[in-house]
T-cell receptor, first 115, second 114 residues
Framework: AQSVTQLDSHVSVSEGTPVLLRCNYSSSYSPSLFWYVQHPNKGLQLLLK??????LVKGINGFEAEFKKSETSFHLTKPSAHMSDAAEYFCVVSDPAGGYNKLIFGAGTRLAVHP | NAGVTQTPKFRVLKTGQSMTLLCAQDMNHEYMYWYRQDPGMGLRLIHYSVGEGTTAKGEVPDGYNVSRLKKQNFLLGLESAAPSQTSVYFCASSYPGGAYTEAFFGQGTRLTVV
C-alpha cells in the first residue's frame, strides 16, 4: 500500500529565510508524487509534481522538490520565504491500482512566516 | 474560467437533517471526487466517479451518498447528519490520464452539524 508521511505538522520561518517541508513516501513501485498548497479558506492548488522525468522538480512561486529514491523522500524547498507563503502544504502520492487517480494525502504541514 | 465550483460554501445543520452539496466542473473531466478534510488527517476520499452515471465508495463512505447524473456535476448527500460529519468538504476533478494526472479542487464547503 502506498502512503506519505509529512514529518512536521508545523514549520515556522522568518521572511527571507529558506523553507524546508519534509515528506517521506512508501510505495511498492515507482511513485507519482505531488505537493499541493492550501491558503486559508481556499481550495487546494498544485505546486508541483514528480513524473519521473527529472528528480529535481520546479514548481510555482519559487518552490522546488527533489525526489530521492534511496531515502524515499520528496522534500519541498524554497530559498527565501515570503509572507504570502503562509499556508498548509500537503504531500500526496497517487495510487493508480484502483483504476482511478486515487490520491493519498499526508496529514499536512502548516507553514508560518514571520516578518 | 470557473474550474471546480462548490455550492454552498458554508452550512450549519442540526443533527438528523439532510442536505446536498453540489459540485460543478467546466473542464470536461471524466473523474470527480468528494473528500473531507479534518484537522491533522489530510484529505480522505468519501466517494468518487469515473464517468457519468457511475459512482464508487472511497475510504470513508458511511453516512454519505452521491450521484453523477450529468458529467459536469457530482452531488454529495447527507441523509441524516451527525456531529461526526462536521468537516470541510472538497470536490475535485481530473482527466483519466494515469498516475501523473493532477486533480483540480473546489474551494470547499465548511459544514457544521450541531
Amino acid at each position: 500500500a502506498q502512503s506519505v508521511t509529512q514529518l512536521d505538522s508545523h514549520v515556522s520561518v522568518s521572511e527571507g529565510t529558506p523553507v524546508l517541508l519534509r515528506c517521506n513516501y512508501s510505495s511498492s513501485y515507482s511513485p507519482s508524487l505531488f505537493w499541493y498548497v492550501q491558503h486559508p479558506n481556499k481550495g487546494l492548488q498544485l505546486l508541483l509534481k514528480y513524473t519521473s522525468a527529472a528528480t529535481l522538480v520546479k514548481g510555482i512561486n519559487g518552490f522546488e522538490a527533489e525526489f530521492k529514491k534511496s531515502e524515499t523522500s520528496f522534500h519541498l524547498t524554497k530559498p527565501s520565504a515570503h509572507m504570502s507563503d503562509a499556508a498548509e502544504y500537503f504531500c500526496v502520492v497517487s495510487d493508480p491500482a484502483g483504476g482511478y487517480n486515487k490520491l493519498i494525502f499526508g496529514a499536512g504541514t502548516r507553514l508560518a512566516v514571520h516578518p | 474560467n470557473a474550474g471546480v465550483t462548490q455550492t454552498p460554501k458554508f452550512r450549519v445543520l442540526k443533527t438528523g437533517q439532510s442536505m446536498t452539496l453540489l459540485c460543478a466542473q467546466d473542464m470536461n473531466h471524466e473523474y470527480m471526487y468528494w473528500y473531507r478534510q479534518d484537522p491533522g488527517m489530510g484529505l480522505r476520499l468519501i466517494h468518487y466517479s469515473v464517468g457519468e452515471g457511475t459512482t464508487a465508495k472511497g475510504e470513508v463512505p458511511d453516512g454519505y451518498n452521491v450521484s453523477r447524473l450529468k458529467k459536469q456535476n457530482f452531488l454529495l448527500g447527507l441523509e441524516s447528519a451527525a456531529p461526526s460529519q462536521t468537516s470541510v468538504y472538497f470536490c475535485a476533478s481530473s482527466y483519466p490520464g494515469g498516475a501523473y494526472t493532477e486533480a483540480f479542487f473546489g474551494q470547499g464547503t465548511r459544514l457544521t452539524v450541531v
